[in-house]
């Protein structure tokens, strides 16, 4: 909660923080403070402490366009993501973590495999 994943690796100068929840609220009162964000950093990463840095922020909370949900099947819902994964006419093909329904959680790497399943159904048209 106080201020989210912090990773860096060695050998490269940034260091990427993602905050969320109560992580992110403290992140964005940090940030609105000169040098607010580098002070958590330091506490983190001790350091780090006195390093001039530039700060690059992506504020999704505050993107209207950014929804921020996960895509799980509400009761009475089960038929929706494979109905949503059905191609179009033998042309038009569905991939994303809202076609993915029970095989696996609705996160990156099933909505990569679901790709990765379109790109198999693409390929079988192709073939026919
Ligand atoms: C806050 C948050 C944290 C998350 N953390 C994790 C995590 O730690 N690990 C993990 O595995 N998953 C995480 N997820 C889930 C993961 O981000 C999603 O499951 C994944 O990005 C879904 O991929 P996708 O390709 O289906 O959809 P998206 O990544 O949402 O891609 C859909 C794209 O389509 C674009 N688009 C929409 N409408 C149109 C249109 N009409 N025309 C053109 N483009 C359009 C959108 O702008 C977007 O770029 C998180 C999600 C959220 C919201």
Known sequence: GRLGFVSTTAGRPEVLVMAKGRAAAAARSAWAEPGGLAALLARALPWTKGLKAE??????????????????????????????????????????????????????????????????????????
């Open 55 to 128: 700060v690059v922020v992506s504020d999704w909370g505050a993107d209207p366009w950014a929804g921020g949900a996960y895509t799980y099947p509400g009761v009475g819902t089960l038929w929706a993501s494979p109905a949503w994964a059905e191609p179009l006419g033998g042309t038009v093909f569905f991939a994303g973590e809202a076609t993915v329904g029970l095989s696996g959680p609705p996160m990156a790497h099933m909505a990569m495999a679901s790709g990765e399943r379109a790109a198999t159904e693409v390929i079988g048209a192709l073939e026919r």
